[in-house]
C-alpha cells in the first residue's frame, strides 16, 4: 500500500478533487487546512517570531491510502493537474504504508 500527500493551494482542490474522483478504484481522501512556508525562504538575517509567521501561506493537505497499483495511477493523476502552476504552488509525494486498518462500523 502506499499513501499519497498532495499540498496544494486552497483555488486548486476542486481541480485535483475531479481528476482523483475519475480514477478507477479511488478510495477516498482526508482533506485538511495547513499552513505552508514558501520554498524561497528571505536571506535578510535574523527575524523576530512575528515575521516569520508572515511568511506563512494557507495551503490544503489531501491524504490518501491505497493499493499500489491505484495509487501510481492517483499520483499521475495529482501530478498531471498541478504541473502547470507557478513554484510553491503545490508539492505531491508518495510513501510506503506498512500496514493499515480501514474500520468499518458493523453493528
Known amino acids: 500500500m502506499k499513501q499519497i500527500h ?3 493551494r486552497p483555488q486548486l482542490l476542486e481541480r485535483v478533487h475531479e481528476a482523483l ?7 477516498g481522501m482526508t482533506v485538511g487546512e495547513v499552513d505552508a512556508y514558501p520554498p524561497v525562504a528571505s ?9 516569520d509567521l508572515t511568511e506563512f501561506v494557507p495551503r ?3 491524504e490518501i491510502v491505497a493499493s499500489d497499483t491505484v495509487a501510481g495511477l ?4 495529482a501530478v498531471k493537474v ?3 502552476g507557478q513554484t510553491g504552488d503545490s508539492a505531491v509525494w508518495m510513501t510506503d504504508v506498512l500496514q493499515a486498518t480501514f474500520l468499518h462500523r458493523t453493528g
Not at 21 to 27: I, K, N, S, T
Open 6 to 8: 498532495i499540498v496544494v
Open 74 to 77: 492517483l499520483f499521475d493523476s
Open 60 to 62: 490544503v493537505r489531501i
Open 82 to 84: 498541478l504541473e502547470h
Open 43 to 51: 536571506q535578510a538575517g535574523a527575524h523576530s517570531i512575528k515575521e
Open 21 to 27: 474522483r475519475a480514477c478507477p478504484g479511488f478510495p
